[in-house]
């Protein structure tokens, strides 16, 4: 018997159905809690294979969008520009004296656009073929090794995940991991897609829905 579907932020079960389906026509339930607004994929209703990140997310996810993905170089570039506009606002943020960890930093971009506005910044990146790219073109401290065994307590001032909350399976307790590593006044930035996005909420354009919603990513955060 199917388990029933509850909500992991706050566990409620006053749920309702979205969609059965996610993008591809792959079989997801995404439900939308009635408690607290969380719209999540169920995981219990699809299987999410080990090796995604490393061979389906780039060479069909991804590249549905973005062909530049399977190339890093390419995929830098494109991201370097689509990225200044964040790295500019977070470079106001900082003096130069700041240790910054950027986790799931891809190829890199938004780290080489904020390294020298930085005492020292690290990456984190699971794709191995991204990780190399960092370290060996850019040259830039990044690996795809824990966290927990990378790093002491309270060693960062600054913590930055774009897009990337909404692709781990239990955020409340990564978060927990990640604060630990913050110093007792470091701050946390995250930047996720927006939930409340008006080609599914405002226009109900059932096309994008079908195309919306997709495995990777695990909840839709609303402010």
């Given amino acids: 018997m199917a388990k029933e579907a509850i909500c992991p932020l706050c566990e409620g079960n006053n749920l309702r159905l979205i969609t059965d389906k996610a993008r591809f026509?792959?079989?997801?339930?995404?439900?939308?809690?009635?408690?607290?607004?969380?719209?999540?994929?169920?995981?219990?209703?699809?299987?999410?294979?080990?090796?995604?990140?490393?061979?389906?997310?780039?060479q069909t996810y991804i590249t549905h969008v973005e062909p530049e993905?399977?190339?890093?170089?390419?995929?830098?570039?494109?991201?370097?520009?689509?990225?200044?506009?964040?790295?500019?606002?977070?470079?106001?943020?900082?003096?130069?004296?700041?240790?910054?960890?950027?986790?799931?930093?891809?190829?890199?971009?938004?780290?080489d656009l904020v390294k020298d506005k930085t005492k020292k910044i690290y990456g984190h990146e699971?794709?191995?073929?991204?990780?190399?790219?960092?370290?060996?073109?850019?040259?830039?401290?990044?690996?795809?090794?824990?966290?927990?065994?990378?790093?002491?307590?309270?060693?960062?001032?600054y913590i930055t995940m774009i897009y990337v909350l909404e692709h781990i399976a239990k955020p409340k307790e990564f978060l927990r991991s990640v604060k630990k590593l913050l110093k007792p006044d470091g701050k946390l930035i995250v930047l996720v897609p927006n939930e409340q996005d008006a080609l599914v909420n405002l226009y109900d354009i059932p096309q994008f829905r079908s195309f919306y919603y997709c495995i990777e990513h695990l909840f839709y955060y609303n402010p």
């Fill in 69 to 111: 993905a399977l190339n890093p170089q390419a995929y830098y570039e494109k991201m370097k520009k689509a990225t200044r506009i964040w790295a500019d606002k977070f470079a106001k943020m900082l003096s130069g004296q700041e240790v910054v960890l950027d986790i799931g930093c891809s190829t890199g971009h938004f780290i």
């Fill in 126 to 157: 699971l794709n191995v073929k991204e990780t190399e790219f960092c370290r060996n073109v850019l040259k830039l401290d990044v690996s795809n090794q824990p966290l927990e065994n990378r790093f002491k307590e309270e060693s960062f001032d």
């Fill in 25 to 58: 026509g792959r079989k997801a339930d995404v439900y939308k809690c009635q408690d607290c607004g969380l719209t999540f994929l169920d995981q219990n209703s699809f299987d999410f294979p080990e090796d995604f990140y490393e061979k389906e997310y780039h």
